[in-house]
């Protein structure tokens, strides 16, 4: 089943110019921008499969779709959808984002693994890209819209490995649906009030079935953490952070 595995440190916004050229030195390649609108779904009180996955036949991704109700039948969880923001176009111009027939991608991720005296987080995850009609699809089976947020990356990539600076923005209440129109990015607020940045160095797994290839994946991202431990403080992270079987996270360490 795929998997990730991340660092996890925190950077502020007045070194935040200084961590971009130190990664950019490091990838040999300038940052990939991106900004995202995340809106989160509340499943079931109780465990429930996807009653529809039927529904989903025609999509070159449906065995992950299977996988996903499988996990939906053990336990409840909060699930993103997530659609690319284009500032030029979406950002203070009063227009709609028709979701349902925007191309969007799905995300569930799992409670981490216990930590083993290292600051590696590690869990399951399933990322269904290229889906229109996730909204529909989630009223469908009985989820419930909850809320949504900005997320603004930066994202460097050396070899298998990710380097991902995020920072996340509130949007206005909107009880019950995600709010009609984006305000301008100027009148956008931070998620946290000193404005500083999440870096995830993250590692995917396609298959997490082979310990060894596991170990080998950890092993990788404690030698980069060695590499960078002079400028960030990479710190184990309570996993209780991350439990997307209770509430909407406040932020989302680094997208997939």
């Known amino acids: 089943m795929p998997r990730e595995l991340f660092l996890t440190a925190t950077v502020k916004d007045s070194d935040f110019t200084m961590a971009c050229a130190v990664l950019q030195g490091m990838t040999w390649m300038s940052a990939r921008q991106s900004i995202h609108r995340i809106l989160f779904y509340q499943g079931h009180p109780q465990p429930k499969p996807l009653k529809n996955v039927r529904a989903f036949q025609q999509s070159r991704y449906l065995p992950l779709w299977k996988e996903l109700s499988n996990q939906l039948a053990r336990s409840s969880y909060i699930l993103q959808a997530a659609y690319e923001v284009i500032p030029d176009r979406d950002l203070g111009k009063g227009t709609t984002m028709e979701?349902?027939?925007?191309?969007?991608?799905?995300?569930?991720?799992?409670?981490?693994?216990?930590?083993?005296?290292?600051?590696?987080?590690?869990?399951?995850?399933?990322?269904?890209?290229?889906?229109?009609?996730?909204?529909?699809?989630?009223?469908?089976?009985?989820?419930?819209?909850?809320?949504?947020?900005?997320?603004?990356?930066?994202?460097?990539?050396?070899?298998?490995?990710?380097?991902?600076?995020?920072?996340?923005?509130?949007?206005?209440?909107?009880?019950?649906?995600?709010?009609?129109?984006?305000?301008?990015?100027a009148d956008l607020r931070p998620l946290d009030p000193a404005q500083k940045w999440v870096l995830n160095v993250k590692l995917n797994l396609l298959d997490d079935s082979q310990p060894d290839k596991l170990k080998k994946a950890s092993e990788e991202l404690l030698a980069v953490k060695m590499e960078l431990d002079i400028l960030f403080e990479f710190k184990p992270i309570d996993r209780r952070v991350?439990?997307?079987?209770?509430?909407?996270?406040?932020a989302i360490p680094g997208r997939g």
Do not use: C
């Not at 991902?164 to 019950?176: A, E, N, Q, V, W």
């Not at 991350?242 to 406040?250: E, N």
């Open 99 to 185: 979701f349902n027939s925007l191309p969007g991608f799905l995300r569930w991720t799992d409670l981490p693994d216990p930590l083993r005296d290292t600051p590696v987080t590690s869990r399951k995850k399933i990322e269904i890209p290229e889906q229109v009609n996730l909204p529909m699809a989630m009223i469908d089976n009985g989820f419930q819209y909850k809320n949504e947020i900005i997320q603004e990356s930066h994202s460097y990539v050396r070899e298998n490995i990710e380097f991902i600076f995020s920072r996340y923005y509130h949007l206005p209440d909107s009880p019950g649906q995600p709010v009609a129109s984006l305000p301008a990015w």
């Open 242 to 250: 991350f439990d997307t079987r209770i509430a909407p996270p406040p």
